[in-house]
């Protein structure tokens, strides 16, 4: 497999610019803010982080709806800011990756105030319109009645964020262009020059938003869209081969073997081996057996293991927290596991204490069910949990108001918090090449109607028993690492072991 090296032991850090540190006391997270909180995060073990998007932007999906896909928006800092950040955390060993979003861009993005003229310009075909103003786009969202223009425009996602133009693999519609028109390539090139943009400036690569969407009619296979991807990548990485890709896409069947992105996200789809690994009501996690998350699981591993890896997140800015499905013991599992199965993690922050999902938030800024995920990180006892020396009401978010909402700083003095856990499972992770993302894997002990779940990485054996019951097992040995009892070879309820052998 030939992915950057350092992806091997790389453990990504999903940081919420909002809400992660306010340097400057105005209630809202910035870029300074996260350079000053560098080293907690190596500290704890991670040695990447993924920026959800810190551009300018008119802020109707937190950012996912870009104005200027070049400017930091004024609200984090300034660009200057975000080169600082660059610099420092590689003087600390840690890689950054931006959020791109090429699939649509904000309605307010000037290329899209331009394609909405009546006259044709330069933009006109940049994004998806028909030649009708009361005509749509079947089969998609759309708006009408809104620009000059005499037709109707096709929306990626919320009604902010207008679909980009990379052409249609099966034209049918004379409004629709092919994948070689000239607007397509252009769309495809303005990306590039985005990404190019920020690699020259030092960024290590980037979590591509809706990585699968760009073509329009694409085949079952997503073929055309996997051709554009690889090319576009495999352009950048001629320039920059050490720049790192993480697709948002959930299909590594695609993602990995066909457009050649080095990493794939294990999301929280319904029914999915992850959703039965962490958050269904018969989720692994919560006590039941793994079946469902292993035949799911292995079925993507075996396909994909020698193009890329896959990515298990412990959450993120689109989920409710992980603490929300599991106990305070279960969340030690979790993390054991997620940090300990082959592929590149992603912790998303504040799960590494437990933060919870504030469930009760009204929507902000697009989030609706999501903002509960985004509330500032709590950091110590004492105002705004150290979030912010601002007034509380000027906060992005409120921070979690319960008198034992948990705190970065009071868990660091608990040797068995779950802080403290997380640390030693990736200092063990860093320790040991077999746990990280390509050390082998080897499923030992699966089985219908058994909580006990046993894999082997190379020298490491691991057990997990999420279940509120004690299970027996044939192994014996002195743990390097373990969560709970485990006794003449019985585990626990809710334990976890490593083993050297
Ligand atoms: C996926 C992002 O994770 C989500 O937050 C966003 O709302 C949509 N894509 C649209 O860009």
Redesign the pocket.
């Known amino acids: 497999m030939n992915r950057p090296a350092w992806l091997r032991d790389a453990v990504f850090y999903e940081i919420y610019p909002s809400s992660f540190c306010d340097s400057n006391a105005d209630g809202m997270g910035d870029i300074n803010g996260i350079r000053q909180k560098l080293p907690y995060v190596k500290d704890l073990g991670c040695n990447a982080l993924w920026l ?1 998007p810190c551009f300018d932007s008119p802020f109707k ?2 950012g ?2 870009v104005r200027d896909y070049k400017k930091v928006a004024p609200r984090y800092g300034t660009n200057e800011d975000l080169f600082a950040l660059f610099r420092e955390a590689h003087e600390l060993g840690i890689r950054v990756l931006l959020d791109l ?1 090429p ?2 861009t904000s309605e307010e993005h000037p290329w899209f105030l331009e394609s909405g003229q009546a006259e044709k310009n330069e933009y006109s075909d940049r994004y998806i319109w028909t030649d009708f103003w009361i005509k749509g786009t079947p089969g998609h969202p759309y708006i009408g009645g809104e620009t000059p223009r005499n037709g109707t425009y096709m929306l ?3 009604k902010c ?1 207008p679909a980009l133009n990379y052409g249609w693999a099966k034209v049918t519609e004379p409004w629709q262009t092919p994948l070689d028109a000239p607007a397509a390539r252009a769309t495809r090139d303005a990306m590039a020059d985005v990404m190019r943009f920020w690699l020259e400036k030092g960024c290590d690569g980037f979590r591509v ?2 990585a699968n969407s760009l073509v329009k009619a694409d085949d079952d296979e997503k073929s055309h869209t996997c051709a554009l991807w690889k090319g576009l990548l495999n352009e950048m990485r001629a320039k920059f081969p050490e720049a790192a890709f993480v697709a ?1 896409w959930g299909w590594p069947k695609q993602s990995l073997c066909l457009a050649d992105f080095d990493m794939d996200f294990y999301l929280d789809h319904p029914g999915n081996g992850y959703n039965r690994l962490v958050r269904s009501a018969d989720a692994y996690l919560r006590g039941n057996d793994p079946m469902a998350f292993v035949t799911d699981y292995l079925d993507l591993y075996d396909a994909s293991k020698d193009f890329g890896y896959i990515s298990f997140i412990t959450g ?3 989920t409710p927290r992980i603490s929300w499905y599991l106990t305070e013991d279960q969340l030690k599992v979790a993390c054991a596991l997620l940090l300990t199965l082959p592929g590149v993690p992603f912790l998303y922050y504040g799960d590494e204490i437990g933060m919870r999902y504030l469930e009760y938030l009204p929507t902000k800024e ?1 989030g609706y069910t ?1 903002t509960g995920s985004r509330t500032p990180m709590q950091w110590a006892a004492g105002k705004n949990l150290g979030f912010s020396a601002g007034d509380a009401e000027s906060l992005y978010l409120p921070v979690d108001p319960a008198p034992d909402a948990p705190t970065a700083a009071a868990q660091a003095q608990d040797p068995a918090s779950l802080l403290n856990t997380v640390k030693a499972i990736l200092k063990l992770r860093h320790e040991y090449p077999d746990l990280q993302a390509d050390g082998p894997f080897k499923l030992v002990h699966a089985k219908k109607g058994d909580p006990l779940l046993i894999y082997r990485r190379g020298s490491c054996l691991l057990a997990a028993n999420p279940s509120n019951r004690s299970v027996q097992t044939d192994l014996t040995g002195e743990p390097l690492f373990q969560i709970g009892a485990f006794e003449k070879g019985t585990l626990g309820p809710r334990s976890f072991i490593l083993l050297i052998q």
Do not use: K, L
Request: proline share 0%; glycine share 16%.
């Open positions: 959800n999906d937190g996912y709806d979003v699939g649509h990626n996602f919320f964020q938003d809706m948002e993120n800015h689109d697009g999501r």
